[in-house]
């Protein structure tokens, strides 16, 4: 197994040439990475952001085919996934696939449905998030419709390269509106391909507004605390600060009642200035409610306001790995029971490969 390998890839990130691109700049969650097969696990690895230029591991080409290498010393054969075709296709009003959704992992479909947020602007932005920068960037849109992302899920679909998809989106105006439109977007994909569907979003005001979600025929959620170190979720993101534990707690819980133990989820950010003991007591505390706890190493997005930092430490994150695993097997949670999103797909953490 490679899973120290991919840790600390996750943590220094790799050096590549200029003609290897990353996948996507910018976005919400840990983009600015690149996907990679090592020992058929699928890998996202940061591959832009000042500490990247101090990583150890390189990759050299070879017969189409990449060596991963360490210290310039060859270790292993490695693959990048291979840009999918229909990301040249246009939907029937016109925009490019690529702007619409992107392939996440080996077989997720992801899209920010909107691509702005009312704390981006403010004081209240989330540190870690990159959200608006690929709409700068004219990566892509500020709303899929509907239509678009059906349309985009039913061809990625036939053309054999989805198994699950993920709709993520910016924080509207009202919590509501939210909702209605995942559930809109939501009904539409699911007429048109019944692929298993992972959203994400903010605790509503009205947890049971979550149903409307369920009847739409969403399978999986995440609503992310992201620290459970008081002080840090205060400076990092302060508007989930502002919300407070007992709220997420309460959505969780009716989450849980609605989509099942397994099929909810959070992340938990390393690597942010966090008490150690709060990712593993936050852990604790989710899965004792039937929440997967999400273990993601930070990834500094260059543009976010946390661009100067640092990935965590490789070897703190394997203990973290190895204690949270411990901690899924006791309540019966399992990535691989999970059916959408970043839970099933895994690349953004090593965390499925210390799992029993
Ligand atoms: S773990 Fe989530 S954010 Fe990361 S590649 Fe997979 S679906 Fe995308």
């Known amino acids: 197994?490679?899973?120290?390998?991919?840790?600390?890839?996750?943590?220094?990130?790799?050096?590549?040439?200029?003609?290897?691109?990353?996948?996507?700049?910018?976005?919400?969650?840990?983009?600015?990475?690149?996907?990679?097969i090592i020992d058929n696990t699928y890998v996202n690895i940061p591959m832009s952001g000042k500490y990247v230029d101090s990583s150890p591991y390189s990759i050299a080409t070879l017969e189409g085919r990449y060596i991963l290498r360490k210290h310039q010393k060859n270790l292993m054969m490695i693959d990048k996934r291979v840009r999918p075709s229909f990301y040249d296709l246009k939907t029937d009003d016109g925009i490019p696939y690529s702007k619409i959704a992107l392939l996440h992992g080996s077989d997720c479909l992801a899209s920010t449905i909107f691509q702005k947020c009312i704390y981006w602007n403010s004081k209240d932005r989330c540190r870690f998030c990159g959200i608006e920068l690929?709409?700068?960037?004219?990566?892509?849109?500020?709303?899929?419709?509907?239509?678009?992302?059906?349309e985009v899920s039913r061809v990625a679909f036939e053309k054999g390269y989805i198994k699950h998809v993920l709709l993520t989106v910016g924080t509207f105006n009202q919590?509501?509106?939210?909702?209605?439109?995942?559930?809109?977007?939501?009904?539409?994909?699911?007429?048109?391909?019944?692929?298993?569907?992972?959203?994400?979003?903010?605790?509503?005001?009205?947890?049971?507004?979550?149903?409307?979600?369920?009847?739409?025929?969403?399978?999986?959620?995440?609503?992310?605390?992201?620290?459970?170190?008081e002080k840090i979720l205060s400076q990092i993101a302060p508007a989930k600060h502002r919300l407070g534990i007992k709220k997420y707690t309460k959505t969780w819980k009716k989450a849980v009642e609605i989509f099942g133990k397994n099929q909810v989820s959070s992340f938990i950010i390393t690597g942010i200035g966090e008490l150690k003991s709060s990712v593993i007591d936050g852990a604790e505390y989710l899965s004792d409610i039937g929440v997967f706890p999400f273990i993601v190493p930070l990834r500094p997005i260059p543009g976010s306001m946390l661009e100067d930092r640092k990935p965590p430490e490789a070897q703190e994150?394997?203990?973290?790995?190895?204690?949270?695993s411990r901690i899924l097997e006791k309540y019966d949670l399992s990535s691989q029971k999970s059916k959408a999103g970043c839970v099933r797909c895994g690349a953004c953490s090593a965390l499925p490969l210390f799992e029993n």
């Open 317 to 324: 994150m394997i203990k973290i790995y190895e204690k949270v």
């Open 134 to 150: 690929s709409l700068k960037s004219n990566k892509t849109i500020k709303l899929k419709t509907p239509d678009q992302l059906a």
């Open 1 to 36: 197994m490679y899973k120290e390998t991919i840790v600390e890839l996750q943590s220094f990130g790799l050096k590549t040439a200029d003609n290897i691109k990353n996948d996507r700049k910018g976005g919400a969650g840990p983009a600015d990475g690149g996907t990679f």
């Open 175 to 229: 919590s509501e509106n939210t909702l209605k439109y995942i559930a809109d977007c939501t009904k539409q994909i699911k007429a048109d391909t019944q692929l298993p569907i992972h959203v994400q979003f903010m605790p509503p005001g009205d947890e049971d507004q979550m149903w409307m979600l369920k009847e739409a025929g969403v399978d999986t959620v995440g609503i992310h605390f992201e620290s459970f170190d």
